[in-house]
């Protein structure tokens, strides 16, 4: 289950603390990027790869996941910031397997991250597994702005990011 009233104090906490030290989060994300890709080579990463989305990617994630419950607003922002970063990876050159290794090396940092710096709180697992809810849409807005064109040219955009958008709100849009 994702949302614990009990839990939503906590919950803020972990977001605004996520918040308050995106840059320093970014950094440990970053680090742990290097072990895990050490250790699993199929998930390296382009040396010239830029990472300048990630502290607002990181923030939209938290403002989701755990400052509200997929808030439409909130939910909203996070799919447009990965829809650009989508878009970035496409204008680059990149090929889309790029955007899958990215959130997946997204998801086991942060996983990492929160577990050991708010394990003490009692809610890093609730944590983790909203973080994991909200990279799941990242990924999918991040698809999306990859093939613009292609939703373009069929008519389907924006509504396709719409409908993305629509299909986290858990039924509790504000």
Request: hydrophobic share 40%; proline share 2%; charged share 25%.
């Amino acid at each position: 289950m994702l949302q614990s009233d009990s839990n939503d104090d906590g919950l803020r906490h972990i977001c605004d603390e996520v918040k308050r030290s995106r840059q320093e989060i970014t950094d440990a994300v970053i680090h742990e990027w290097g072990g895990i890709q050490k250790a699993e080579t199929w998930l390296q990463l382009p040396e010239d790869l830029d990472q300048d989305h990630l502290p607002d990617l990181i923030s939209a994630i938290a403002d989701t996941a755990l400052c509200t419950l997929f808030g439409e607003t909130e939910r909203n922002a996070l799919v447009w910031v990965a829809v650009e970063h989508g878009r970035q990876r496409r204008s680059h050159g990149y090929q889309d397997d790029l955007l899958y290794r990215e959130y997946s090396l997204l998801r086991r940092a942060l996983w990492h991250v929160i577990r050991h710096r708010f394990a003490r709180t009692g809610l890093a697992s609730e944590a983790v597994i909203r973080v994991d809810a909200a990279i799941t849409l990242a990924t999918g807005g991040s698809l999306r702005g990859y093939y613009q064109q292609t939703l373009e040219a069929t008519g389907d955009w924006p509504a396709a990011v719409e409908r993305l958008s629509a299909e986290f709100s858990f039924g509790m849009d504000d």
